[in-house]
């Protein structure tokens, strides 16, 4: 019953705001999966490959000589390439939220226009339906935008933090 009546809620909002909407919906659900993915990456498959990477430079006998340097700053480098993973294009998706957003403005806003055309300017219910088709992608679209914005910047943090905390872990190892 709960199920039936929330898709027919959605559903109704989709309608309300045109196929855009669904578009936007769509992008910001794959967004906030591979968000969830780069946080649980964090949190386990991080340290693994973070004590793999330390495990790794306890084993060498040399620690100091220019090859030894290098050696260590390629395992920072992987590292630090895992945590970025997919950061860029998830700030890829963060921009094109608003700009779907718009897209679906101008879809919204051409429906109007229609209307007047056919209807003449005095039928306002017709020309509401077409605004709101037009505000509600934009709206969607700046809500996607900002929740990916404040996560891609706490990710990009993160692996910063991440990255200089190795750094200093193999530089003690190193002396």
């Known amino acids: 019953m709960f199920m039936v009546e929330f898709y027919s809620a959605i559903q109704d909002f989709i309608e309300t705001g045109g196929q855009v909407l669904l578009v936007i919906g769509v992008l910001i659900f794959v967004m906030w999966l591979m968000i969830l993915e780069r946080i649980f990456y964090y949190s386990k498959g991080h340290r693994q490959q973070v004590k793999q990477a ?17 050696i260590r700053q390629a395992m920072i480098s992987r590292v630090s390439l895992a945590l970025g993973g997919n950061l860029a294009v998830l700030q890829a998706m963060v921009a094109l939220c608003p700009l779907l957003g718009l897209m679906g403005t101008v879809t919204g806003m051409i429906e109007v226009f229609d209307v007047m055309a056919v209807a003449g300017t005095g039928n306002a219910r017709s020309m509401a339906a077409g605004v709101s088709k037009a505000t509600i992608p934009t709206m969607a679209g700046m809500v996607g935008a900002l929740s990916g914005v404040f996560a891609t910047t706490w990710l990009q943090r993160t692996a910063k933090r991440e990255r200089l905390k190795l750094e200093d872990r193999l530089l003690l190892e190193h002396h």
Do not use: G, M, P
């Open 54 to 70: 330390v495990q790794n430079w306890q084993q060498r006998s040399d620690k100091s000589s220019w090859n030894a340097e290098q």
